[in-house]
């Protein structure tokens, strides 16, 4: 089944505590992302990565990082997490632009992340 | 720049009632346009899309039509259900733009709860 997981799906920690979101896909897809979702802020984008080894900042990218040294997986590393931190986090693959799929994204089922 | 602008909501209604959620967008090329719904505890599914003005597009009795004169894309279904109940996002994709090749630019999301 064509997929995009994540894990965890739900995570509380505390302020200053390493942590890691993984993001693995099944499609072969170039481009992944990551986004947080909060009350009236819709989803807004943090990294993005058009394919292996190349990854760019969406719009929220501070406390951050990403890495791509598979096409499969897109992991979000939090190295110091602060309570503006928690979030819903999503993420999500697709074809890039030029394959002419319309960039349809296929999402993850989100993490729920508490920063205590 | 890209954006795109969602009717807010709440929106509450009841089953068999008429939908509409109001989708405006700013682009400075020719975008994509794409109608995301996300129900409770889950990620995003794309629910219908169009690529250029004046296609309609649809699915699961919803429908929506790529306006390029009003920059609108809003989203209607003659009867809905209590099963529509989700968070509704309108979202576009700009295709000429490379060095965002395969970004997705979000509304805020409505909230659709349909009562029996």
């Known amino acids: 089944e064509a997929q995009v997981t994540q894990n965890p799906r739900y995570l509380i920690t505390v302020t200053g505590k390493k942590l890691t979101v993984t993001c693995s896909q099944n499609?072969?897809?170039?481009?992944m992302s990551w986004y947080r979702q909060d009350p009236g802020l819709g989803l807004r984008q943090i990294y993005y990565?058009?394919?292996?080894?190349?990854?760019d900042k969406g719009d929220v990218p501070e406390g951050y990082k990403v890495s791509r040294k598979e096409k499969r997986n897109f992991p979000l590393i939090l190295e110091s997490p602060s309570p503006n931190q928690t979030s819903l986090y999503f993420c999500?693959?697709?074809?890039?632009?030029?394959?002419?799929?319309?960039?349809?994204?296929?999402f993850g089922p989100g993490t729920r992340l508490t920063v205590l | 720049g890209d954006s795109v602008t969602q009717m807010e909501g709440p929106v509450t209604l009841s089953e068999e009632a008429f939908l509409t959620i109001n989708c405006t967008y700013t682009?400075?090329?020719?975008?994509?346009l794409f109608w995301y719904v996300q129900y409770p505890g889950e990620g995003l599914q794309l629910l219908l899309k169009?690529?250029?003005?004046?296609d309609k597009g649809s699915n699961k009795g919803f429908e929506a039509t790529y306006r390029k004169e009003t920059t609108s894309f809003h989203l209607e279904k003659g009867s809905v259900q209590v099963s529509d109940s989700a968070v509704y996002f309108c979202a576009l994709s700009d295709q000429n733009r490379g060095s965002t090749l395969g970004r997705l630019y979000f509304g805020r999301g409505t909230q659709l709860t349909v009562w029996p």
């Open positions: 499609m072969n897809h170039e481009y």
């Open positions: 990565s058009m394919n292996v080894e190349v990854t």
């Open positions: 999500a693959s697709s074809l890039p632009q030029a394959s002419g799929r319309n960039n349809e994204q296929f």
């Open positions: 682009a400075t090329g020719y975008p994509s």
């Open positions: 169009a690529t250029k003005a004046d």
